[in-house]
């Protein structure tokens, strides 16, 4: 039986993995077409105005061209949630709501910019294709960008079993999705400093949905021991 919802993009991608993560949430099939970014082909721009993955295909609104497509993870998720309601990852009352929002921002911007360009590009994606490891970049990321962002949300979990609710949201899943590319590039969240985090952390990729692309990718991205 053919899937309805296609997602364009590739492995590794924590905006491909919010995706993929929602979906297993809901229990919802789907097929992951493969489209590298480096570069995007050009049939892809069609659907991805800015050339970024994840794009959703929904062939039950449109299966050619344009028809059916939505860029951007946060805009998919949101309509996800819609197309299939439960179980909720939103929260329903407006304030609660807002701060999952804010919190998914905050991971997919903050802290994107941080892991994926400052450790996971330099670190890991450098070695896929074939140059050297840029560890001083990964270094000073890991020592000087982060620990600011980690003190903010240690004291937002502290307390807490997660970051809105008590319950797990749209937020855990950006937060989660960033955690799966610093496990990647072999650093881990000083348990010491943010006692919180690191617990949080830790149980977010013990998460069946979480857990399961971090063990599918690690086949694909070599264990790395850096000095960081
Ligand atoms: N706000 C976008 C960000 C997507 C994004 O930046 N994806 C990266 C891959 S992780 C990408 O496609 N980069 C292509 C490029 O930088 O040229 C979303 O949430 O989907």
Redesign the pocket.
């Known amino acids: 039986m053919s899937k309805e919802l296609i997602l364009y993009?590739?492995k590794?991608?924590?905006?491909?993995r919010?995706v993929q993560v929602v979906l297993a949430e809901k229990d919802v099939d789907f097929t992951l077409e493969p489209v590298s970014?480096?570069?995007?082909p050009d049939w892809f721009t069609e659907i991805?105005p800015?050339?970024?993955?994840?794009v959703l295909r929904d062939t039950s609104i449109g299966s050619e061209g344009r028809a059916g497509t939505l860029?951007?993870?946060?805009?998919?998720c949101a309509y996800l949630e819609r197309k299939h309601p439960q179980p909720a990852l939103y929260p329903s009352d407006p304030f609660p709501y807002a701060r999952a929002l804010w919190f998914e921002e905050y991971a997919?911007?903050e802290l994107?910019g941080q892991i994926?360009t400052g450790m996971f590009r330099p670190l890991i994606v450098a070695r896929l294709m074939g140059k050297d490891p840029d560890v001083d970049t990964a270094r000073k990321t890991f020592r000087e960008k982060l620990p600011p962002m980690f003190d903010y949300l240690e004291s937002e979990i502290a307390g807490h079993s997660h970051l809105v609710e008590e319950r797990f949201t749209i937020a855990d899943i950006a937060l989660g999705c960033q955690f799966v590319n610093l496990r990647h590039t072999g650093a881990r969240i000083d348990s010491a400093k943010w006692p919180a985090l690191a617990a949080y952390e830790a149980s977010l990729l013990e998460r069946p949905s979480l857990a399961r692309c971090l063990a599918d990718e690690q086949k694909l991205f070599k264990p790395v021991d850096f000095d960081l």
């Open positions: 993009g590739v590794g991608s924590p905006f491909v919010k970014i480096f570069p995007a991805s800015a050339r970024r993955i994840p860029p951007d993870s946060s805009v998919i997919d911007s994107a994926g």
